[in-house]
């Protein structure tokens, strides 16, 4: 019994939410990159010396993570921090790097943006300055592949830096550069010469340009009345659900002397596990039976019960939530296991999903031997409603 409770405190990441701002009075920007060669990294490189050229400005370097996670990636790639897409939200500007596939972005990269969706639907990135880079082969398609992934930053309403004529002076026109009115790229081709100078100092001004923007604008998403049209106050969460094609399930009942939620000085307590019609989905351990990847979809199956009881709770209307206070992610793991974030991401981002701004919570995840009827995960919740 005493050694389950020490295995059961074993991993405790206690987090402020998915959407934690950064309080430094220095200016954060990510030059965050997907690079299966090497090519985007060498800019990359260069981007962030550009961006700490600017005063008083840092530059964190990052890669997204491959969706083959088999891939060959080059060795100096391989060992960068891989970033979340939660984690776009605490930067004061990102610098965007590709490789040009097909006259367009990387589907690695294009996939970490399909995970973007709570970031959009809360408008954490409005305002905030980004930029394009690229590494290309011949250079064919490389400005259609700096647009593509314009629209990806417009979408999110960010401020798009361009590069204009930025560093042509000093371009070497003896051979053809990767200077573009959008943003640097470089020619990489097969011969393992490039970047070139005159790209290097391209994405270099790049950089700085980048830095400037996001030095000038730090901060100004907090002032009061910035965000005049705010989709949270008119949003309808029945109209979400609906949107996002989230079905509800039907509110689990009891197995035990309990209720399914209690309230308390306008505040929800709710407990689940993984019951999916009645039968508990994906059961065992992280580690042992169960996969990562079958561990979220339990994890999103319990999320989606809370919600579901949560209503019950509102007397059928969820628009009574005023807030997602608390999430606590209780996972059955080996005693080894330590990715609990990554599979408590999948109840933070339907959470998110659902309740945009109201859906932002402070988080707990916890390694456990067990869980009841060999569930994978038990989610506590605590929400403020009306
Ligand atoms: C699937 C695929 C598609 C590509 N499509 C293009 C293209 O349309 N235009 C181009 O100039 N280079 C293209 N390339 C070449 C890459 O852009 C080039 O090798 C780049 O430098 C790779 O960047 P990295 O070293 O950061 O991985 C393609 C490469 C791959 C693997």
């Known amino acids: 019994m005493k050694k389950q409770l020490l295995v059961l405190l074993i991993t405790v990441f206690i987090g402020f939410g998915a959407i934690a701002q950064t309080k430094s009075s220095e200016t954060n920007v990510l030059v965050l990159i997907y690079s299966q060669n090497g090519g985007t990294y060498k800019m990359a490189k260069a981007i962030a010396e550009g961006v700490q050229e600017y005063p008083n400005t840092k530059a964190i370097l990052k890669r997204v993570p491959s969706i083959n996670t088999k891939e ?13 897409i939660e ?3 605490n930067y004061d500007g990102i610098a965007f790097g590709s490789p040009v596939h097909f006259a367009n972005i ?3 990269m294009n996939y970490f943006f399909s995970q973007s969706i709570p970031l959009w639907t809360s408008r954490t990135l409005e305002g905030k300055p980004a930029t394009v880079f690229m590494s290309a082969g011949s250079g064919a398609g490389k400005e259609a592949a700096i647009l593509s992934f314009w629209n990806i930053l417009a979408s999110h309403g960010m401020v798009i830096v361009p590069t204009g004529i930025m560093g042509t002076a000093t371009l070497d026109k003896t051979v053809p550069q990767g200077n573009t009115p959008f943003g640097a790229t470089s020619l990489a081709g097969s011969t393992g010469t490039r970047p070139s100078q005159s790209e290097l100092n391209l994405a270099k001004e790049q950089g700085k340009a980048l830095a400037r923007v996001a030095s000038g604008l730090k901060n100004t998403a907090n002032i009061k009345g910035v965000k005049t049209t705010s989709i949270e ?7 979400t659900l609906k949107d996002n094609n989230i079905v509800l399930p039907e509110a689990p009942k009891p197995v035990g002397n309990y209720v399914p939620f209690t309230i308390s000085d306008h505040k929800v307590y709710i407990n689940q596990v993984a019951l999916k019609e009645g039968k508990i989905l994906n059961p ?13 979809e339990a994890t999103y199956q319990t999320m989606l019960n809370v919600i579901a009881v949560l209503k019950e709770a509102c007397g059928g209307d969820l628009n009574k939530v005023k807030q997602c206070v608390q999430l606590t992610g209780y996972f059955n793991t080996t005693p080894e296991y330590t990715q ?3 599979l408590m ?7 998110a999903l659902v309740f945009g701004e109201k859906g932002k919570h402070a988080r707990a995840t916890i390694g456990a031997a067990s869980l009841p ?3 994978v995960v038990e989610i506590q919740a605590i929400f403020e409603i009306e």
């Open 72 to 84: 060959k990636l080059n060795a100096e790639v391989e060992k960068l921090p891989v970033a979340t």
């Open 87 to 89: 984690e776009l939200a």
């Open 345 to 351: 991401n999948s109840a933070s981002n339907l959470t």
């Open 340 to 342: 609990h974030a990554g």
């Open 233 to 239: 106050s008119k949003s309808d969460i029945n109209k």
């Open 106 to 108: 990387s589907a690695d």
């Open 284 to 296: 065992g351990k992280v580690g042992a039976t169960v996969t990562e990847d079958q561990a979220k």
């Open 373 to 375: 009827i060999n569930s």
